[in-house]
């Protein structure tokens, strides 16, 4: 279980895979809130193998975590339902243009000036526990791509704050 180091998206990032004990994943998520000291967002995906969840993935600053294989996925669905917000719909709202509800990763990253380029590897196998590092950084791609975008996006809307309620 330990950590790898890939470039994702020009950053190097830490990545933890977990098996699906739940001790150890309360565990890391633990810790992965703890490293947030600058900033909230999170970058968060379930994959799906015939609609049902294989894979939670988690990132944020420079620290990703993969869960492979979930045996229960009731926590971490409860909790991606109650706290996550669509980027899409984010973006939309806190910049004011509705036409960014509908884009997908690349597009809203490419409309904010973020450097997230679509992913040219293949995705790792959803039923696998062990994966090299390469299917590492291309498992994380996308989640870290939407930590960086989201991370964007509210970095304006508080910048906007900041503007707005000045003396």
């Known amino acids: ?15 933890s895979v977990v098996p699906g004990n739940a001790r150890l994943v309360d565990e890391k998520i633990l810790w992965l809130k703890s490293q947030q000291q600058r900033n909230r967002v999170m970058g968060t995906e379930l994959k799906f ?23 229960d996925t009731s926590a971490l669905t409860c909790m991606i339902q109650n706290t996550a917000v669509e980027l899409g719909y984010l973006a939309a709202m806190v910049l004011k243009k ?33 994966f090299s ?12 791509g939407s930590y960086l975008v989201g991370n964007k996006i509210l970095a304006c809307f508080n910048f906007w704050v900041i503007i707005q309620n000045g003396p």
Do not use: Q, W
């Open 49 to 71: 193998s015939m609609s049902i969840a294989k894979m939670f993935l988690v990132c944020t600053d420079s620290r990703c975590l993969i869960i492979p294989r979930l045996d």
């Open 98 to 130: 509705p036409s960014l509800e509908k884009k997908g990763l690349y597009e809203l990253a490419d409309e904010i000036g973020v450097d997230v380029k679509p992913l040219t590897g293949a995705f790792p196998d959803l039923n696998s526990e062990v």
């Open 133 to 144: 590092k390469e299917e590492i950084k291309n498992a994380v791609h996308d989640v870290y």
């Open 1 to 15: 279980m330990r950590p790898y180091e890939v470039d994702v998206h020009g950053v190097k990032v830490t990545v």
